[in-house]
């Protein structure tokens, strides 16, 4: 007997099915064939509809959005389950016990929930010591907020974690594409009072960091490349260090705490540079560190002909592309950043260069790095290959979020 479900079902393409059955939670508005509404009407905006094969198969639950061509994102494959307050804290539970196991004591300054990584499609949380920050991109998690963020603040507060309070920052353009407007500021807690500042203070790998969660960019602050900052601290000792599109200057600031003869910071921000300035001084490392307010693609030529001013520079961009579309305009420019780098540093010279762009894909990356080094009369000698810290899991069923490219090579 063919069991009753409480939702409208939507059965989709043969395509759509066979990315569903692989693991990918998407299906695009095109991929949607008919809607059975037999056992319920197609819900609000945001509610739960069921996924169909054209064979009548059940392919799981998920939210719907009417203004996206992402128009379903799965939470469950389980035809089992039910979606009231006791799943979604199973959910918030399992992703404070995945950090607390994987960035021990790094979990006052990490990522929480990772959108479609942690089974959240579209909601992003990180902490930063005693705030947490959430970006909500999905009209169905817009719709679960009111439960999810007061129930995480009291899951990590049960367990002995200090929280001020929670900051949305939703001034993302992403919310356009869901028919959300664009909006930041506090989460109200029931029965508490607003903080009485969205400014705190985090340690990541021994550097101290001023956090402005209003106004920084993203969510505050940059929490990906923890461990690959890292990396880089413990090859700086003793080098001359050029820190490109350093931002806050948490690279730079990382070279120069790691025992660095000297670190130059540039950013084509004059508001960035002005961070990483107060940064570094927060640290006291100023008197090993200069700040240059500069276009990176500008700057890299004009230190050509200067001899070997640097013994390892930096590279880390912001995105170049979000769509396959500019992906071959986005690796001109990362081959163009690479290729002076490698020609500016000497035998023997280090260099760290990474991408945050998920459509610029590690093959593409790395055949992009193979030409930089043959047109510049070099060889590149990896010495790490790393990704997103684990605080940001990668699904390999789902590639969005397999993003993060890092290499740190010697040059030989």
């Given at each position: 007997m063919k069991q009753e479900r409480p939702y409208a079902g939507f059965t989709v393409t043969k395509k759509a099915e066979a990315s569903l059955v692989k693991?990918?939670?998407?299906?695009?508005?095109a991929e949607i064939l008919n809607i059975d509404e037999s056992s319920a009407p197609v819900p609000e905006n945001g509610g739960l509809v069921d996924v169909l094969s054209t064979k009548g198969r059940y392919l799981g639950t998920g939210f719907i959005s009417e203004s996206s061509k992402i128009r379903i994102r799965l939470i469950s494959r389980n035809a089992n389950d039910t979606f009231g307050e006791d799943f979604w804290l199973r959910r918030l539970k399992y992703a404070w016990e995945y950090r607390k196991t994987v960035m021990q004591e790094d979990i006052s300054c990490c990522r929480l929930i990772f959108g479609e990584a942690d089974q959240f499609p579209g909601l992003t949380v990180d902490r930063?010591?005693?705030?947490?920050?959430?970006q909500t991109l999905s009209v169905g998690m817009e719709r679960l907020k009111s439960l999810l963020f007061p129930a995480l603040v009291q899951i990590l507060r049960e367990d002995g974690q200090t929280i001020r309070g929670v900051y949305e920052r939703?001034?993302?353009?992403?919310?356009?594409?869901?028919?959300?407007?664009?909006n930041k500021g506090w989460f109200p807690l029931e029965g508490e009072d607003i903080p009485d500042s969205p400014v705190t203070e985090i340690m990541e790998n021994g550097v101290r960091y001023r956090v402005d969660v209003e106004n920084g960019q993203k969510t505050g602050f940059f929490l990906d490349q923890k461990y690959n900052r890292l990396a880089v601290a413990r090859m700086a000792k003793g080098l001359r260090v050029l820190d490109c599109f350093t931002h806050t200057g948490s690279f730079a600031l990382n070279a120069a705490l790691g025992g660095a003869a000297h670190v130059t910071a540039v950013d084509i921000?004059?508001?960035?540079?002005?961070?990483?300035?107060?940064?570094?001084?927060?640290?006291?490392?100023?008197?090993?560190m200069d700040f240059v307010v500069a276009d990176v693609f500008d700057l890299l030529p004009s230190l050509e002909g200067k001899g070997h001013p640097y013994d390892?520079?930096?590279?880390?961009?912001p995105a170049f592309t979000k769509s396959r579309r500019?992906?071959?305009n986005a690796l001109r420019g990362y081959k163009e950043i690479n290729l002076r780098a490698m020609?500016?540093?000497?035998r023997g010279g280090y260099l760290a260069t990474c991408s945050c762009s998920h459509f610029a894909d590690e093959a593409h990356f790395k055949a992009m790095l193979r030409?930089?080094?043959?047109?510049?009369g070099v060889s590149l000698r990896q010495i790490e290959g790393r990704q997103q810290g684990p605080d940001h899991p990668i699904l390999w069923n789902v590639d969005e979020t397999d993003y993060l490219k890092f290499f740190l090579f010697q040059v030989v």
């Open positions: 693991g990918h939670p998407w299906v695009y508005d930063f010591n005693d705030l947490l920050v959430t939703n001034d993302a353009a992403l919310r356009d594409r869901e028919g959300l407007p664009q921000s004059a508001s960035a540079i002005e961070m990483a300035r107060a940064n570094a001084d927060l640290n006291g490392l100023t008197d090993r390892m520079i930096i590279l880390d961009p500019t992906m071959d020609k500016l540093l000497p030409s930089a080094a043959a047109d510049a």
